[in-house]
């Protein structure tokens, strides 16, 4: 509902506009063969049309609503000279523009497309290359940013910048956007009411998407594969993670999803396939895991420090290598009615939960947490008799930790689209 | 020597234990493939028992051929040919036929389910490399100990000892040093102990081929950076060959001394 | 000719060879006796490089041998035991040799003479002792050696097997070739050899020919002779 009143604003304004607006062509041999020259001549309202060609503009400010749409093969060139477009109005419309070549700086955040204090904004079909920051959205509400791809070539976190880049803003929709290979994919610091749809995150040097004091935002049906570390979630209360895969976030010490002092999220029906860590949950609390897939991770979730009442239902747990651990207190975590492959147990009634509970924090992931190095000793042969014996009497892993309605067969109605 | 190995190697194979051992694994891939439809896991599960069974059995092998052929040895050590030779010619007639049985009982399943066109074939491939390896190594170990053994029960004691010793104490010493020494780096320590195993050497070297390698290099870079590269590999090889080399040569030394 | 010289051999604790220096001339037959223990076995095995001597040396032809190994193409040895790996055929194992040690001449004509032929396809386990001899005698006789050492040819031997053996001795005497013997049967030693070899604790008691034996302890009888010489060191 909220949307749909959002979008039919956003509508009716550009509706008004376009009625007494007049169309400007911008190209060589025309009336304007600048983009600069041709936003100072414009009035508030008006389309600017850039034929294909390349442009060379530093710091196209665009302080009236103005709608900018690009022929196939426009292309901005910001030839090393801070932010690119720089919008700085409300209604800003950016379409289809390939804009290229800002300056990387270690102490300010140059961007291809900047907004500040902007509205009602939309940013689409652009290609962004070479550039520092992809997309910097500062102090800005309503805005849309959809479809566009941006391509870097980071290799350091230092001199990186992110993709997408929002900071104390509120209602943004990100959808269907392309990332690969820059800092964070999508960054979010004091971003509240925000969605995040069906993007593609892949190679960024730190995460496909970070989040910090973040909160009530959802993001559904994106994909973050081969990045640092998938998806940060750090200091947020109350986000929803829908159906987002979650793959091959394999290195070092990386993980699928971190959650950082996070409360009250949902996360489901997720896929973490092939990441070190799927879940690294450090101060997570009365957070849902249900209808999730965790196959071939190093760990499916670890819990750090204090994790209180989380709930963990109806998750698949596929092969591997270790399912749970946990360090620090484990209180009120509820486990049930998850498939474990690794259960071994029986179901006499044939009612499809094992009569058996299963235990999915084995000896040696605690022994794994007390000295990681010991990790080398995975599936040998003491490993296999020690997790054995403590399976039979256990002593140093908690009794409470366990699943006491484990499925025989693995659940099927996850929905991975 | 290639007569001797013939002679060994025909020997063996026409012995019931050598089917058996075949059969074993036959049987154990037929069941891993039919009945388990994700390859990782049935790989998993192969390295398991490969890591454990081939060394075991290539020990009890080795020590049971030593002393049954016992005649056989004196009567080739009566004839024109050199200690070395006849050791060398057995002791290859030996690992190769448990090798065959090995390779063999597991890729015919394999490849009836079809793994050249699945995209396990290297996982597969290291598997048996390693299995043969492993078998190598062993059977080198249980000559050299019956060679020091002129007791029959004396000597499987032995060898049963080594076996657990690698494959289970070694370890479980392993795992207590790494909590005593918790507060040092340690990581250096852990792949050096690592190295001495060769049945620790090889379930690594699976465990990398099965995509393990980040969650090892999740204690730290050298692991990591050692196991991680092409460098670490072929030194990890190069190691499992001197774990071959080494015995064989110790054998060969203990058999110009040896009386008959 | 065989050259021994102070040939020292310890199992462990136990000196079996304790400084034997003997010479066995060619074209004799040396009979090689002494009490259990007294190293006769060692003694030959040293000879045919099975067992690794202290110190001391061997020359066979005025050649060193210790650690070599291709002066055994000179000589075919009938081990104390014949043993040999048991599921194989008579044939096969006969056929394995010869293909390990090319040069074997009279496998036929001895598997005729030993009455052999029907236990050709059998297996060397199922074979009574008897006849495993005989299979072990074929082995060391097919070929053609100037050296022949023979440990306790005689054992599990029928009567008539013994004679065709003896035969055989013979024979091979009769073409001028060296050949050592150990053996409990007094008898066919006084019947066939040329010399003898009395070890007694490890060094030689005893060498010459039978006869000297005889008139060294007063005895006319070689059995008497060996028992005299037992006593006379047991008491």
Redesign the interface.
């Known amino acids: 509902m909220k949307k749909q009143r959002f979008f039919s604003i956003v509508l009716t304004a550009l509706l008004i506009q376009t009625i007494s607006a007049r169309q400007i062509t911008v190209g060589t041999n025309r009336e304007y063969t600048s983009i600069s020259v041709a936003v100072s001549g414009a009035d508030a309202g008006d389309t600017l049309f850039v034929l294909a060609g390349l442009y060379k503009e530093a710091g196209l400010v665009i302080d009236r609503p103005l709608t900018l749409l690009a022929e196939k093969g426009a292309v901005i060139d910001g030839q090393f000279h801070g932010h690119i477009i720089d919008i700085q109005s409300d209604s800003v419309v950016v379409k289809g523009f390939i804009v290229q070549n800002v300056k990387k700086s270690y102490t300010k955040d140059f961007a291809a497309i900047h907004t500040y204090k902007s509205k009602h904004f939309v940013i689409k079909n652009n290609t962004l290359r070479n550039v520092h920051f992809g997309i910097l959205i500062e102090k800005s509400k309503y805005g849309i940013i959809r479809k566009n791809a941006v391509i870097g070539e980071a290799v350091k976190e230092a001199s990186s910048g992110n993709g997408i880049h929002c900071w104390h803003s509120t209602h943004l929709q990100i959808s269907e956007n392309h990332i690969q290979q820059m800092r964070d994919g999508i960054y979010f610091e004091f971003v509240n009411d925000s969605k995040i749809t069906g993007n593609i995150s892949l190679n960024n040097v730190r995460y496909g998407l970070h989040f910090m004091f973040s909160n009530d935002n959802r993001y559904t049906k994106n994909r973050f594969e081969n990045n640092g570390a998938g998806v940060a979630v750090m200091f947020s209360a109350r986000i929803n993670m829908l159906n987002n895969y979650f793959g091959l976030n394999w290195g070092s010490a990386s993980y699928g999803l971190l959650l950082k002092e996070i409360n009250d999220a949902e996360i489901i029906g997720n896929t973490f396939y092939k990441n070190t860590i799927g879940i690294n949950a450090d101060g997570a609390n009365r957070i849902i895991f249900t209808g999730n897939i965790f196959d071939n991770n190093g760990w499916a979730i670890r819990f750090l420090g204090a994790c209180y009442n989380n709930k963990i239902i109806n998750n698949n747990f596929l092969h591997n290598a270790l399912d749970i651990s946990y360090k620090g207190k484990m209180n009120g975590n509820l486990f049930d009615r998850n498939y474990w492959s690794e259960y071994t147990g029986y179901d006499l009634n044939k009612d499809n939960i094992g009569d058996v509970p299963y235990r999915p924090v084995k000896l040696f992931s605690y022994i794994v947490n007390q000295t990681p190095e010991t990790i080398i000793l995975l599936r040998s042969l003491f490993v296999d008799i020690i997790n054995f014996s403590e399976k039979v009497s256990p002593i140093m892993t908690p009794d409470n930790l366990k699943d006491n309605r484990p499925r025989m067969k693995p659940m099927e109605n996850n929905d991975k689209s | 020597m290639f007569k001797i190995l013939k002679y060994s190697f025909m020997d063996l194979m026409r012995s019931r234990w050598s089917y058996v051992y075949f059969l074993f694994y036959l049987v154990l891939g037929f069941v891993l493939f039919f009945l388990n439809s994700n390859t990782t896991k049935a790989v998993i599960t192969l390295m398991n028992v490969i890591i454990l069974l081939t060394p075991l059995i290539g020990t009890i092998f080795g020590v049971m051929y030593f002393y049954s052929s016992r005649e056989f040895t004196e009567l080739l050590l009566a004839q024109p040919l050199k200690r070395s030779t006849i050791f060398a010619g057995q002791y290859l007639g030996v690992s190769f036929s448990l090798s065959m049985s090995l390779v063999f009982g597991i890729g015919i399943p394999f490849v009836l389910y079809g793994i050249f066109t699945s995209s396990a074939i290297w996982d597969f491939t290291t598997l048996l490399f390693i299995g043969a390896f492993l078998t190598f190594i062993f059977v080198a170990l249980s000559f050299n100990i019956a060679l020091l053994f002129n007791d029959k029960i004396k000597g499987f004691g032995f060898s049963i000892l080594l076996w657990l010793f690698l494959a289970v104490v070694y370890d479980g010493l392993f795992l207590l040093s790494l909590l005593i020494f918790d507060d040092y780096p340690l990581d250096k320590l852990a792949l050096g102990a690592t190295l001495f195993n060769p049945i620790d050497l090889s379930r690594i070297l699976i465990l990398l081929k099965l995509d393990i390698s980040a969650l090892l290099g999740y204690t730290g870079a050298v692991f990591q950076k050692f196991f991680g590269t092409p460098l670490g590999m072929m030194v990890s090889f190069a190691l499992l060959s001197v774990w071959v080399i080494l015995p064989v040569v110790i054998m060969l030394f203990q058999t110009r001394k040896k009386d008959f | 000719m065989i050259k021994v010289k102070t040939l020292h051999k310890k ?1 462990g604790p136990v000196e079996v060879l304790k400084g034997v220096d003997i010479t066995f001339k060619k074209g004799k037959i040396t009979a090689i006796l002494g009490p259990n223990g007294s190293g006769k076995t060692t003694l030959m ?1 040293s000879i ?5 001597p202290q110190s001391g040396s061997i020359f066979i032809e005025e050649k060193n041998i210790l ?1 070599q ?5 000179q ?1 075919s ?1 009938v ?1 104390q ?1 014949a ?3 048991g ?2 055929k008579v044939i096969e194992l006969i056929q ?2 010869q ?3 090319p040069g074997a001449l009279h496998h036929k004509r001895l598997i005729e003479t030993f009455k052999l032929k029907p236990f050709l396809d059998k297996k060397l386990a199922a074979l009574s002792g008897g006849t495993r001899q005989k299979v072990n005698l074929v ?1 060391a006789f097919m070929f053609e050696t100037p050296l022949i050492i023979l440990d306790e040819p005689m054992a599990g031997l029928d009567p008539v097997a013994l004679i065709l053996l003896k035969d055989l001795i013979a024979g091979e005497k009769a073409k001028g070739k060296t050949i050592l013997i150990t053996t409990h049967i007094i008898t066919l030693v006084e019947e066939i050899a040329d010399k003898l070899v009395f070890l007694l604790d490890g060094t030689v008691y005893f060498y010459g020919r039978v006869n000297e034996l005889k008139e060294k302890t007063g005895q006319i009888n070689l059995e008497k002779a060996i028992a005299a010489v037992l006593k006379g060191t047991y008491v």
Do not use: A, T
């Open positions: 199992y095995k045919l490089g099975l067992v690794v650690g190994w291709d002066y055994r193409s000589i040895y081990p035991i043993n040999f790996p599921n194989l394995m040799i293909d390990i040690r082995l």
